[in-house]
Structure formats: C-alpha cells, structure tokens
C-alpha cells in the first residue's frame, strides 16, 4: 500500500501564544531540529514498535504513512494506516505524536486491541463473498479482497466488496470464516439522508428555493488574470460567474486560445467543473468540460445549464480558499491537487455527494417533484468538500448503517458535525451578501422551517430531530441528528450561550443544567476544532473522546491553564460530555 506523504505546518495566526511544555521523563532522541519528513516517519514508526503497549502494534504490523504534520511549537505528528501480514486493516489507523527531538509522547489509536484476527484462514472464497455482498447491497459486486476487520472490539478475516447499482456504490465486508454481513456502508456521503426525504415526503413538502436573476456586472481583479493582450495559452482569466444561488460572481477561468474559456481554475490546482449530462459516472474524465466564447457563466436561473456550474465552482473554490488561508491546507487532501466537481449528475437526484471514488463532488438536478434545484448552495458545497477533508485524516466512519442506508454511530456523527461546523465557516469567508454569513445549514434550501440544522439550538431541526445533548443513547442516533451534540459544543465554544444577534441572525443557545458559557470567538473555536481533528482524532472517535482531542489541541495552541482550554472543558460539559459521564465500555 502506497501512500503519499504530506507535510502539514498548522498556521494559526496566533503569535505570543504559550504552548504545553513535552511532558517530563519522555524518550527523547538525537534529532536534527528540523528533521525531514522522511526522519520523522521512521522515528514515529520505531516509536510505535517501542511502545507497542500503548500503540498497539505488534508482530506481523506494518505501519504506512499516510500524513506528517509539524507544528510550529515543535511537535510532529505521523498518521498511519496498517497492514498486518501484508492484509490491509480496518479500523487499524493511529497517530504517534513526536516532541521536536522526535521522542515519543503519545498516540492517539483507533483499535484498542490486537489487530491480529482470530482466524488465519478463509474458509469463504472470494467468489462466495463477492456473491453474499452483491446480494446485501442489491448491486453488481467487483473483486473480493482480504483483509482484517478490527472494528467493533475485535478482530476477524473478512473480504471487503464494492457494489455498484445505478446511482449507489456500497462497500461491504464479508466474514471470511462465517459469511456472516460485518458492514454495508455507502461510499458515497448523502447531504439529505434517507431518514429526512422520507420525513419531506410525509409532510408533503415541496423545496423550491429561491434563485437570483443573473444581473449585475462582472467581478473583476481576480489574482493571476492575463490581460486581453495574453498570447500564452492556456492562461488565468477573469471571469463572470451568474450563480442560481450567491448572484454574480467572480471566477477565474482559463483562456485557452483567443475568445476561448473553460471552466477550470488554474491559480487553484486546476480546479475544475464538468457536466454529467444526467449519467451515473464516477469518472471525472467522462464528464464535459464547460467551455465558451464570453467568459460569462449562467443566466442566475435553470434554463441554462451553466448557471449551477457557476455555483459549484464558486463553492469549491471558496471552500479551498477557507481551508488554504485560515490553516495553509493546499486541497481537499493537502497535495495540491484539483478539487472537482459534476453538476447535472444522474437523472431527478435530489441531493449533492462528496463522492471518493471520484475523488470530485456530484450534484443532483432534484426530483422535479420534492426538491425542483440543483443542490449547489455555498455551505452544502463547504460540507460535502470537508467530507473529504475528513476522510483525508481522521476518516471518521459511522457504527452501523440500516437497512434503509441510514448511518449510526457517534464517529459518524461527529463526522457530519464537522462538515456543518466547516461548512458554516466557508460562508463566513465568503462574505456573500446573497448568502448571509451564519451558524445555519441549508438555510436557502427553501424547508418550511427556515433551515436544515443549526449550531447554537440543535433540537429546532424537527425534520432530523437533531439533539442538543448526548445521552447513553446517542450511539443508536442517525448521524446528522446525532451531529447536534458537537455542533452545539462548537457553537458554544465560540460564540457561547444563550441570546446572541450576528448579521442579523438571532440566536439563543440552551445548556445542560443552565451552565453559563462565553465563547471565546469562532476563529480561535475553529482552530481548535481543525486542530483536534488532524492530529487527534482516528476514524472511531467518539464525542468523549472528541472532546479529549479539543482538549489537547487547545492546550498546544494556548496551554492547559489558557481561558481556551477552559472554556473547551465547560462546552463539552454544556452539551453534557464529561470525563465523569464516560462510558465504560466503548462501541
């Protein structure tokens, strides 16, 4: 397993801020002080065998770098996902955390057992279990391949299948001794779950968001514009986009010859955004590029094509932006490479997926009958790209998934929590004044209650029947209504409880047992939360265990005795996640 290497600086524009010391009595090794990144893989790698009673690691691991962050205070963290026996392994991910001399101080670990399954042999065939997939997600099934399952408390051989339907992939693992289903997860992430189109359906709405006109002049002074002399093509050029959504925009384009465009960024990695022309593929390559002669894109309604082209490229690249100026990510993945996206995907898909596969973001048209617009809003673009922000590191994945397609499980939740969290902040970069900065997701979506979740009051979503505090049984939650526990911590974290106006949006947090909170303002929030999901948090993290990560995170940007880190500490207790209410076992 080949994994490219990428080396993160956290930027948090935070200078004079005290940072936590490395604990006393830690390993400490002759390092450079500034190590490669290829010194402090192996460093973290020797580290984990060393202490392989805290890591976990043990005969028959292999340890693949998948990420390097350095942080300007000195620590060094390296992200891995395992093998053991050469099996790729579920569940197997960690981070070993380094002081600057690359001395251990830490992991953060996502199986606390042996990875090691309790079978060595498959008694199933990869025939067998590519059939027994493609029967539980009623799909075609590709090839089967081994692997070991370490989550949910133990370990097992298993095949893990991709099924593909018409418009649905599925991933599923198959026990390699008993048959036996373990998971049947989408691969693809849904903005609108299940659970919620069925909950429109039964209320009879209908969602017809309003959309623009398309007037007004073009944005200009775009960075890396040519002017109209340009002879080299291709090359930066400024554009207009007529969005159905946010109203006239700015775009950069690329001039490919004389009087000629397309709708590709090339100061954003070539950032790009195709039509699907109404087919199923996961083949970026196979989408049409958008070209034309005016360098205008859109009318600002449906009966052009373009005009939800024109909002998804400006989503993306303000979602990129977000994430490059406020922590230096370059990408979704941080490797510099294109985010892209498809509009008019499928045919009456009434919803917007962060598609892995693809690598690229898929956008339905609607059903023309529930939801009549393409599902192109600026903060559904900011939380579908920041799914894969997550996937990229900690790869939050939910517990268990229905027979519906519906998932559970606090990961999972706290997953779609920080695509709303994300999300709402790309707005707030925005500064759209056609899409009002705020702590409201899905707001221009048109729903009779005004929006689709929301930071600060989590339960007024009556469609999700989102929550606002956890409880024991938060885990048998579906994900964006168990998102309201994090979300809600957030929000108060940053803007802190009860009534609150920004931009014209009223606010008024609850807490669990009336415990008073002041925020400490969303960019330090946000820092914290960025933080804390990629160095510390691994794909089966749970609220508890979040607000340990926030905690942490807290600590390295303003020390442990900080106002920061005690105001972590009372968010989390406001939403009623303490280190007295953890639960004893874990799921």
């Not at 359906?201 to 073009?218: C, H, N, Y």
């Not at 969005?243 to 001039?255: E, I, K, M, S």
């Not at 690598?359 to 009958?369: I, K, S, V």
């Not at 014209?504 to 008073?516: D, E, F, R």
Request: with cysteine; charged share 20%; proline share 3%.
């Amino acid at each position: 397993m080949a994994v490219a290497v990428a080396v993160v600086t956290a930027a948090t524009g935070l200078a004079g801020t005290a940072f936590a010391a490395p604990s006393p009595g830690v390993e400490r090794s002759a390092a450079s002080a500034a190590p490669s990144a290829t010194a402090v893989v192996e460093a973290a790698r020797t580290a984990a065998f060393a202490h392989a009673s805290a890591t976990g690691v043990s005969q028959g691991d292999d340890l693949h770098a998948q990420d390097v962050m350095i942080d300007p205070e000195g620590a060094r963290h390296v992200r891995f996902v395992r093998t053991h026996n050469d099996l790729p392994v579920l569940g197997g991910d960690l981070v070993v955390h380094l002081d600057r001399r690359l001395g251990y101080t830490g992991v953060t670990r996502a199986a606390d057992h042996a990875v090691k399954p309790a079978a060595a042999k498959a008694k199933l065939t990869a025939g067998q279990a590519a059939a027994k997939a493609a029967q539980a997600a009623k799909g075609d099934a590709g090839s089967a391949r081994l692997v070991v399952d370490a989550r949910g408390g133990a370990s097992a051989l298993a095949y893990q299948v991709t099924v593909t339907g018409k418009d649905s992939a599925r991933t599923v693992v198959v026990d390699a001794v008993t048959g036996k289903v373990r998971s049947n997860t989408p691969t693809r992430d849904e903005f609108l779950s299940p659970k919620l189109l069925d909950a429109l359906r039964e209320r009879g709405e209908t969602l017809d968001p309003a959309t623009g006109t398309g007037s007004g002049a073009a944005v200009s002074g775009l960075v890396g514009s040519r002017g109209a002399g340009a002879a080299a093509y291709p090359s930066a050029a400024k554009g207009t986009g007529k969005t159905l959504f946010v109203g006239t925009v700015g775009l950069t384009t690329t001039q490919t010859s004389r009087g000629h465009y397309q709708l590709k960024d090339p100061n954003r990695y070539g950032t790009e955004t195709r039509d699907a022309k109404g087919s199923y593929t996961e083949k970026f390559s196979a989408g049409t590029k958008l070209t034309n002669t005016t360098n205008v894109w859109g009318n600002g309604a449906t009966t052009s094509r373009v005009s939800a082209a024109a909002d998804a490229q400006y989503g993306i690249t303000k979602t990129l932006d977000f994430y490059k100026s406020t922590f230096q990510r370059k990408g979704i993945a941080n490797n510099s490479k294109p985010a892209q996206a498809m509009v008019h995907w499928g045919k009456q898909v009434a919803n917007a997926f962060w598609d892995p596969t693809c690598n690229c973001m898929l956008y339905g048209d609607g059903d023309g009958q529930m939801f009549k617009k393409p599902l192109v809003v600026l903060d559904v673009t900011g939380h579908e790209l920041t799914h894969g922000v997550v996937e990229a590191t900690a790869n939050l994945q939910p517990t268990f998934v229905d027979s519906d397609g519906n998932q559970y499980g606090e990961p999972g939740s706290l997953n779609e929590s920080l695509a709303d969290i994300f999300g709402s902040n790309v707005e707030f970069y925005a500064k759209n004044t056609k899409d009002t900065p705020d702590y409201l997701v899905g707001e221009k979506l048109g729903l009779a209650q005004k929006f689709l979740r929301r930071l600060d009051h989590p339960s007024l979503d009556k469609l999700e029947g989102t929550i606002d505090y956890w409880s024991e049984d938060t885990y048998y939650t579906e994900v964006h209504a168990g998102s309201g526990v994090s979300s809600h911590a957030y929000y108060l974290l940053a803007e802190g409880s009860g009534k609150k106006t920004i931009n014209g949006v009223n606010y008024n947090s609850p807490t669990y047992h009336n415990i008073a909170v002041k925020g400490i303002g969303r960019t330090k929030a946000t820092a914290i939360y960025y933080r804390a999901l990629t160095r510390y948090m691994v794909s089966t993290t749970d609220f508890h265990q979040a607000r340990t990560a926030t905690l942490k995170a807290a600590k390295d940007l303003y020390g442990a005795s900080s106002t920061e880190y005690k105001t972590v500490d009372k968010s989390w207790a406001a939403v009623n996640v303490t280190a007295a209410n953890t639960p004893s076992v874990r799921h």
